[in-house]
DNA sequence: CCTGATGCGTC
DNA sequence: GTCGGAC
DNA sequence: GTCCGACGACGCATCAGG
C-alpha cells in the first residue's frame, strides 16, 4: 500500500509510518518484514530513496569514519520547538520530565495545535539532505541558521513524522532496529523484488534459501566494508546475485573491531586453554587505535567506534611512516596508544592523562610541537597486509 | 578577551 | 567504562 | 551466557554573549 507514485520522491511519511509500526513490535522477524516491506516500496517506485532511508533508518548520515556531526542537541530542538508548536520551554521540559522522550513530547504539542494550512509535503531525500546542510554549518551565528532549518523540516511535519525527525535530530531514534534488522531486511526485499519482477515461479523453499543467503552475504560484506555509500549502490546493482567477496577490506575504510572479551577471573580463562600454550595481552589503559597504511604511503588512524583520528595523533603518523619498510606497500594495524612520560623512565600515563590531548578537528590536525602529552603504541594485531587476509 | 553553555567522543 | 533487561 | 542500549565521568572544541 504505498503512498506514492513511481518516479516521484519517497514521502517522508512511508518511513515514519513504517517506524511507528517497527516500534510497537518487539518480535524482531515482524519487524524486519515491516521494514523489508518499506525498502520493497521504495525499490518498485523510487530506488534513489533506498541509500537516504538506510541512512535515516541507522541514524547516521554518512559512514563513521567520515565524522560528520549533526552538532544538535536537545537544547537547539527545544529552542526551535518552541518558536514552532506554540509551546514555552518551560512546558516542554515538564512535558520531557514525564515522556522521557523529546520526539513524543513534540508529537503531544503538534496535536494540540491547530495549524492554518497543511504542511508542505516531506520527502525522505529532502529529509536526508537538510541533515547534510546541517553538518556542514559552521562558524559565527550558525545556530541561529541551524535553528532556520530545523523550523522548516519541524512546520513541514506531518502524522507521526513529528515523533520521529525529533527523535533522529537529538540522535536517539528508539525503535529498537539498527544495522542487525536492517541489513536483513534491506536483503530480503532486494529478492523479493526481483522475484516479483522477473517472476519465474520458484519454490518456497528456493526463496526462503536465497533470503537467508543474501542477508549473509550483506551482513558479512558490511563487517568488512561498513560503507553504505559502497554497499547499497553495488547491491542494487548485482540484486540476488551480489557477494561479500566481491567487497575487499580496504586500507583507509575501518573496519569493525573485535573487542577484548571479558572473563570471570584468570582461573576460569586457563581452563579453557587445558594447559596448552598460549599468549596473553596486558590490558593498556590508553585508547583504541586502528592504523591505516595507504598504498600511497598516507597513513590514517581510526578510534574504536570507527571515527577518524588521524588529526589527533600526528605524531603517531610519523612514527609509522618512519618505520615503515618500503616493500610493505599497505596494511591495517590493531593497536593500543598510551600516554608516556619520557622525561621519567618512560611511566605510562593514565587514560585520563592521554585524554587531556589536543583533539584537533575534522579539518584541521593538532600542532605536532604544541603536543604535551607524549603517546607510544601497543600493536597486537595485523589485520590486513599487502592485500593478505 | 574571557566565561559559560552546548555538543561530542573516549573509556 | 558500568549496569541491567531481553533473549 | 550473550547482546545491546541506557547511563556516567571527564575532557576538548566551538560558539554566544558580555
Not at 220 to 247: K, Q, R, W
Amino acid at each position: 500500500a504505498a503512498c506514492w507514485t513511481a518516479g516521484h520522491p519517497a514521502p517522508y511519511l512511508h518511513l515514519a509510518r513504517t517506524f511507528d509500526l517497527v516500534e510497537r513490535e518487539k518480535g524482531k522477524i515482524k519487524t524486519t518484514a515491516m521494514l523489508c516491506n518499506m525498502f520493497r516500496s521504495l525499490l518498485a517506485l523510487s530506488p534513489d530513496d533506498v541509500l537516504p532511508a538506510v541512512y535515516l533508518c541507522t541514524n547516521k548520515i554518512s559512514p563513521d569514519h567520515e565524522n560528520m556531526e549533526l552538532n544538535i542537541g536537545g537544547s537547539l530542538v527545544i529552542s526551535a520547538m518552541e518558536e514552532s508548536l506554540g509551546t514555552s520551554k518551560s512546558k516542554i521540559h515538564e512535558m520531557y520530565k514525564t515522556y522521557g522522550d523529546l520526539g513524543d513530547v513534540a508529537q503531544e504539542c503538534r496535536q494540540n495545535q491547530t495549524l492554518l494550512a497543511p504542511p508542505r509535503p516531506l520527502s525522505v531525500r529532502d529529509v536526508y539532505s537538510t541533515l547534510r546542510k546541517l553538518s556542514a554549518i559552521s562558524g559565527g551565528g550558525s545556530a541561529g541558521r541551524r535553528k532556520i532549518l530545523v523550523l522548516h523540516l519541524i512546520r513541514s511535519c506531518r502524522e507521526m513524522e513529528m515523533k520521529f525527525l525529533v527523535r533522529t535530530l537529538v540522535r536517539n531514534l528508539r525503535i529498537g532496529a539498527m544495522m542487525k534488522t536492517i541489513l536483513p531486511a534491506l536483503a530480503h526485499a532486494v529478492v523479493l523484488h526481483e522475484k516479483c519482477s522477473t517472476g519465474p515461479v520458484v519454490s518456497l523453499e528456493g526463496v526462503k534459501s536465497q533470503l537467508q543467503s543474501l542477508s549473509t552475504e550483506v551482513t558479512e560484506a558490511y563487517n568488512v566494508i561498513p560503507n553504505m555509500d559502497l554497499l547499497v549502490p553495488s547491491l542494487l546493482c548485482e540484486g540476488a546475485t551480489f557477494a561479500a567477496s566481491s567487497l575487499a577490506m580496504v586500507p583507509g575504510t575501518p573496519i569493525p573491531p573485535m573487542l577484548a572479551r571479558i572473563t570471570n577471573g584468570v582461573t576460569q580463562a586457563l581452563k579453557l586453554f587445558h594447559g596448552r600454550a598460549f599468549t596473553c595481552e596486558y590490558k593498556y589503559d590508553g585508547q583504541r587505535a586502528q592504523i591505516h597504511r595507504l598504498t600511497d604511503g598516507s597513513v590514517q588512524i581510526f578510534s574504536r567506534q570507527m571515527k577518524d583520528s588521524t588529526s589527533r595523533f600526528p605524531d603517531l603518523v610519523n612514527m609509522i611512516k618512519e618505520l615503515c619498510n618500503s616493500e610493505v606497500a599497505s596494511f591495517i594495524l590493531d593497536a593500543e596508544v598510551v600516554g608516556i612520560d619520557r622525561n621519567k623512565g618512560n611511566r605510562l600515563m593514565s587514560f585520563q592523562e592521554l585524554s587531556s590531548r589536543e583533539r584537533g578537528s575534522k579539518n584541521s590536525s593538532i600542532a605536532i610541537q604544541n603536543i604535551k602529552v607524549d603517546i607510544c603504541v601497543f600493536v597486537f594485531d595485523i589485520m590486513f597486509c599487502n592485500g593478505q587476509r
